[in-house]
């Protein structure tokens, strides 16, 4: 059974840092790319940013780019969101989700519950 | 403003068919695949068609995706309660080389 696990959320000051993780299990998780898509309160599904299969291709959303970075540790079955200069605008749930293939932009086949970033003073 | 338009809300009573259109361009729709997804507030999001029209295992054949040009779209026949959720559309990008989704279309089943 495949299972996704984010952490990492909690309150963060306006210009703050975050790093969420999610853990994968119940698939190779070195052939599959992945995705970060997330929910601000009140609004629809807004994807984030993904990493290919290999870790070599990555792609951002324009409101992230420059200032979130996506990475994965296969060895620990992980995929991680940086996530700097972080505001009001960047609050929602996050959620991991796997690909249906090794490179980014097919079918999000799996979702994570979510985990949730609240950025206030 | 979403870059994939789908309608707000849409509404059916039990046993009925009701379909939810999402609107593109030739960027994204016109010259990718189309996703559909459902999602429960506080729940995952579930995919319910892949490919324009292909469903995954485990999802019934009341659901059904379709394409035309710069459009798709989702139908439920044979309404149930448990279809109350909000459903969005999603599609790659070329011009923005990412993926976008629809505003989301909340489904009301009186």
């Known amino acids: 059974e495949v299972q996704l696990l984010e952490s990492g959320g909690g309150l963060v000051q306006p210009g703050g840092s975050l790093r969420l993780s999610c853990a994968a299990s119940?698939?190779?998780?070195?052939?599959?790319?992945m995705s970060w898509v997330r929910q601000a309160p009140g609004k629809g599904l807004e994807w984030v940013s993904g990493i290919s299969a290999s870790g070599d291709s990555t792609k951002y959303a324009d409101s992230v780019k420059g200032r979130f970075s996506i990475s994965r540790d296969s060895s620990k079955n992980t995929l991680y969101l940086h996530m700097n200069s972080l505001t009001a605008e960047d609050t929602a749930v996050y959620y991991c989700a796997k690909e249906g293939l090794d490179s980014i932009g097919y079918d999000l086949d799996y979702w994570g519950q979510g985990t949730l970033v609240t950025i206030s003073s | 403003q979403s870059v994939l338009t789908q309608p707000p809300s849409a509404s059916g009573t039990p046993g009925q068919r009701v379909t939810i259109s999402c609107s593109g361009s030739?960027?994204?729709?016109?010259?990718?695949?189309v996703y559909w997804y459902q999602h429960l507030p506080g729940t995952a999001p579930k995919l319910l068609i892949y490919t324009n029209d292909q469903r995954p295992s485990g999802v019934p054949d009341r659901f059904s995706g379709s394409k035309s040009g710069t459009s798709a779209s989702l139908a439920i026949s044979g309404l149930r309660s448990e279809d109350e959720a909000d459903y969005y559309c999603?599609?790659?990008?070329?011009?923005?080389?990412?993926?976008?989704f629809g505003g989301g279309t909340k489904l009301t089943v009186l």
């Open positions: 119940g698939f190779t998780f070195s052939s599959y790319a």
């Open positions: 030739s960027f994204n729709i016109g010259s990718n695949y």
């Open positions: 999603e599609a790659w990008d070329d011009n923005l080389s990412g993926r976008v």
